[in-house]
């Protein structure tokens, strides 16, 4: 049997209630499963790359080692136009 900690569970919880929130948000603007697949990733980027943690006093990307920095909205925008335009 897997041990979770409750920090873990209380970020699983806010991170089930953000999506949640998307459930009820997205289909009022949008009818499109894509929108809102993209909706949400751009949430997790948020969650992950830009937002300081309180517990962690950093970014989850940043505890985990991915990047060294702590990232800007300008970063992941940057990230998204490379993106388009390498599947172009």
Known sequence: MISLGIPKLVRFAKIRRQIAVYGIIIPAFSKKVENHAHAVALNMMYYNFVRIHKT??????MAVGVTKRLWE????????????????
Not at 73 to 88: F, H, K, R
């Open 56 to 61: 962690l006093r950093m970014t989850p990307a």
């Open 73 to 88: 909205m300008s970063d992941i925008v940057e990230v998204l136009e490379a993106w388009e335009t390498a599947s172009v």
